[in-house]
């Protein structure tokens, strides 16, 4: 069973980079790469939010499984999140009802989401961002679920700055698509 899981999480990985290789739209990818976290970790859903240098407003990118009323909601303070973001601190929180780091305990309630994780990342010099898995229970991941989760963050780093590498080449004299 455990070489199972393996092959999945090798397979969903290689797939990832053949789309963020074959320049696919960013939107999908990233896409793919939020229902990827959930899908193999078992979580109800999960986001790519972005900081932009002189931000403090984590910019929701992608999500998956998760309602709009949740992710307007505001439920986890970002305030905190920026701050272990831009230090690197993956963030785990357990226990909703108990973590001072929830703001709107009432959506996460409504929405099912009990426990997240979060784990950071520096896209390039100026911008950070963020994946978070979202569980509807307590979650203590293994360490393959953090090893998935931190590559498929990575490749979504690496997506995100492909994608604003090439809109920088493309406004390039000479270097316009037709």
Do not use: W
């Amino acid at each position: 069973m455990e070489q199972d899981i393996l092959d999945t999480y090798f397979y969903a990985l290689v797939r990832v980079i053949d789309d963020v290789y074959q320049d696919e739209d960013l939107q999908d990818v990233l896409y793919f790469i939020v229902s990827l976290a959930a899908d193999l970790t078992g979580a109800k859903g999960s986001t790519i939010r972005v900081l932009e240098h002189g931000s403090f407003d984590l910019k929701l990118i992608s999500s998956h499984g998760l309602s709009k009323a949740y992710l307007d909601s505001g439920a986890i303070d970002h305030g905190r999140s920026i701050t272990e973001i831009m230090q690197g601190d993956t963030i785990i929180i357990n226990d909703f009802e108990n973590d001072s780091r929830i703001q709107d305990l009432e959506a996460a309630k409504n929405e099912g989401v009990s426990s997240v994780i979060g784990i950071p990342f520096t896209v390039n010099e100026t911008t950070y961002s963020i994946l978070r898995v979202y569980f509807s229970s307590q979650k203590v991941p293994t360490q393959e679920e953090m090893e998935v989760l931190y590559s498929l963050g990575k490749l979504s780093c690496l997506a995100i700055d492909r994608a604003v590498m090439g809109d920088f080449r493309e406004g390039e004299p000479g270097n316009k698509k037709s």
